[in-house]
């Protein structure tokens, strides 16, 4: 007996919303690690401050995101899409022209409206553009646009921050963020199917419960990967491994983009949990290792680990999360999910930036590791609530 034909994962839509997910991203990593530097350097601000202008983006991206799925259904993926995109690229471009910290937060709170609105878009596409028996490989790749946009926007930030003038930094960004405004608008999604009958604002268009319980867990995860994604350029600059820290991000890539293929379809084949576990713990050492680092090598192993780790556990849950929806609330699942993440890279990046002013980063990095034994335990926590739910249903509908 042979196996039938599969479904085809990379057909010219998903590629175009992948690249558009990617340059949406590149603009947000390279920007999240550079803002940091130039509200210190030029701004000549405290690095509270610095963490609050992650946290004010954030912020407003939270407040949006619920939003977003309802907005989506009722006026079109790819039209939201292009809107949210025009509007993130104008904000990108007025960095060039603000140079007041008070403006600056105003900025980042009105871009981050559009960010949200433009991820739960791509992400959404994505979901109804996989074939439901390759979600974990298919998503795990759409993922993976949005992991190396890590590397290479960090990358390009610290590169330029050391080079280049901020003036050419944010032009630069601006300029990439434009050439994912043309890959969506040169992509052709079916929205025949977004229609909706209903217009009265209810709960569930705000918040799909079925994917509440994983999203919970990618908070968490979320809080410990911010350190990393808020400090790391300082903490590299005070360990004089700023030039390192340039291919930190590097290594990150490589790493993922081996075990990608594989974990994807593990995670298709024997279920979510052989991946996520070993995931998460790889996380923890790459924390612990970067938490003791004081040498190039040290700081591009932590680099190593902790991408074989983030790098596999987040798409890993983005799909549980998708998975647990009902197909039609793709849109609403992907909401959901991006909501409690980005809430916990908020509500991280400010705890931890004040945890760091008081015990210095290495001890920072320490107690993110151990926070990631809370990780593990809830998510087995949840896991053991999921198992229990079906059997608690059969019993009560037997007696």
Request: with cysteine; net charge positive; glycine share 6%.
């Amino acid at each position: 007996m042979t196996e039938g034909k599969k479904e085809p994962i990379w057909t010219r839509n998903f590629i175009s919303t992948s690249l558009s997910n990617f340059f949406i991203f590149i603009a947000f990593y390279g920007l999240l690690t550079s803002l940091p530097i130039y509200v210190v350097d030029e701004l000549h601000r405290s690095e509270v401050d610095a963490g609050l202008i992650v946290t004010i983006f954030l912020l407003s991206a939270i407040i949006v995101r619920p939003f977003s799925g309802k907005l989506l259904d009722d006026f079109g993926k790819k039209k939201m899409l292009m809107i949210s995109l025009i509007f993130f690229t104008l904000c990108s471009f007025l960095y060039l022209w603000i140079d007041q910290y008070f403006l600056l937060l105003v900025l980042r709170f009105f871009q981050g409206i559009w960010f949200s609105i433009a991820t739960t878009a791509t992400g959404s596409i994505a979901a109804d553009l996989v074939p439901i028996k390759r979600r974990g490989e298919g998503l795990g790749y759409f993922v993976m646009s949005t992991n190396l946009a890590v590397v290479f926007g960090q990358m390009i930030a610290l590169t330029l921050i050391q080079t280049a003038s901020f003036t050419i930094l944010f032009l630069v960004f601006a300029l990439l963020i434009t050439v994912g405004v043309i890959f969506t608008a040169t992509s052709k999604i079916d929205e025949n199917h977004v229609k909706t009958a209903r217009k009265r604002l209810q709960a569930s268009d705000l918040i799909d419960q079925k994917a509440l319980p994983i999203a919970l867990v990618g908070s968490l995860v979320a809080i410990a990967y911010s350190s990393v994604l808020s400090y790391l350029s300082i903490y590299a600059q005070q360990l004089d491994l700023l030039d390192a820290a340039s291919f930190f991000f590097v290594v990150f890539a490589v790493v993922m983009l081996v075990a990608r293929p594989f974990s994807g379809r593990l995670f298709d084949l024997k279920g979510p949990h052989i991946i996520i576990y070993p995931a998460l713990v790889l996380f923890m050492i790459g924390l612990i290792l970067l938490s003791i680092t004081e040498t190039s090598f040290m700081l591009l192993l932590s680099g190593a680990f902790i991408g074989l780790g983030y790098g596999t556990v987040v798409p890993s849950m983005q799909t549980l999360a998708v998975q647990a929806a009902d197909r039609s609330r793709s849109g609403h699942a992907t909401a959901t999910f991006f909501t409690l993440f980005d809430s916990g890279i908020a509500a991280g990046s400010y705890i931890l930036g004040m945890i760091a002013t008081q015990l210095g980063y290495g001890h920072l990095y320490f107690y993110t590791a151990i926070f990631m034994l809370v990780v593990i335990a809830v998510y087995k926590l949840v896991l053991h609530r999921k198992k229990e739910a079906p059997a608690l249903q059969l019993k009560q509908s037997n007696g």
